[in-house]
């Protein structure tokens, strides 16, 4: 199975939009998504109506911190006053096909657990110890993780790949056990200093994974701002930031 991996769109309808065409000229054939698909961005609504149409099955969706706090009302944890204003702006906005669209097809949770190809995965926006909030990065203990072959997960909006190696009972493999974790980065407001629209798509065959990007129309985004929220955001997509 070519699995595509997508996280943290937010909102970006032109990144998307060149995302898919992408996955679709590689030959994706099911899809992972990791939660904040809204908010920040001008096009939450588009966003959710695109995904509603994709041409694959889609194994898993759960909220990110971005969803649970639009659909609570809970912006306790935003770090910045522009960032509570973006979000309460989203819930204004969002139509009733998109409040169901988040409450009744994806998991609330912030995290799922499925079998992609008969491997054990775990899909969590942040981290198990903090599935909205929390991040995965390499050098941590992640000993919580050891049962999954995957573990796929956004929020950080930076990419990764690594592979850890568990002690297991089991001769035949050298009594190890693998984990590999994947970050797919960030579709539609990426931080890794680079301003194009990042994705993945992983073989679950062969364990062959791709982290991708892929350069998409940033001047159209940006004109759909509108001084509609803190300028940063319509700002920051030009240097990836």
């Given at each position: 199975m070519n699995l595509l991996i997508?996280?943290?769109?937010?909102?970006?309808?032109?990144?998307?939009?060149?995302?898919?065409a992408e996955a679709e000229s590689r030959q994706a054939e099911a899809c992972v998504l990791l939660g904040d698909l809204i908010d920040y961005g001008m096009h939450s609504s588009q966003v959710l109506r695109?995904?509603?149409?994709?041409?694959?099955?889609?194994?898993?969706?759960?909220?990110?911190?971005?969803?649970?706090?639009?659909?609570?009302e809970d912006y306790s944890r935003f770090s910045t006053l522009r960032g509570r204003q973006s979000a309460q702006y989203t819930r204004e906005r969002l139509e009733e096909r998109d409040w169901r669209f988040l409450r009744e097809r994806m998991t609330q949770a912030g995290k799922q657990e499925f079998f992609a190809d008969g491997k054990r995965c775990l899909a969590v926006h942040?981290?198990?110890?903090?599935?909205?909030?929390?991040?995965?990065?390499?050098?941590?203990?992640?000993?919580?993780?050891?049962?999954?072959?995957?573990?796929?997960?956004?929020?950080?909006?930076?990419?990764?790949?690594f592979e850890t190696f568990f002690p297991a009972d089991?001769?035949?493999?050298?009594?190890?056990?693998?984990?590999?974790?994947?970050n797919p980065g960030s579709v539609g407001q990426p931080r890794n200093l680079c301003p194009q629209?990042?994705?993945?798509?992983?073989?679950?065959?062969?364990?062959?994974?791709?982290?991708?990007?892929?350069?998409?129309d940033v001047a159209r985004e940006q004109a759909a701002f509108g001084g509609q929220t803190d300028d940063f955001y319509r700002e920051r997509l030009a240097y990836g930031i």
């Open positions: 997508l996280s943290d769109i937010h909102g970006n309808l032109s990144a998307l939009e060149r995302v898919l695109r995904l509603e149409e994709l041409p694959w099955p889609c194994l898993c969706s759960i909220w990110g911190n971005h969803e649970h706090a639009v659909c609570t942040g981290g198990l110890d903090d599935p909205y909030w929390g991040s995965l990065a390499p050098g941590e203990n992640r000993a919580e993780y050891r049962d999954y072959d995957y573990v796929f997960s956004g929020h950080s909006h930076v990419p990764h790949f089991g001769p035949g493999r050298r009594n190890r056990k693998k984990t590999v974790f994947l629209a990042q994705f993945a798509l992983l073989d679950t065959d062969s364990g062959q994974a791709q982290l991708l990007r892929t350069p998409y």
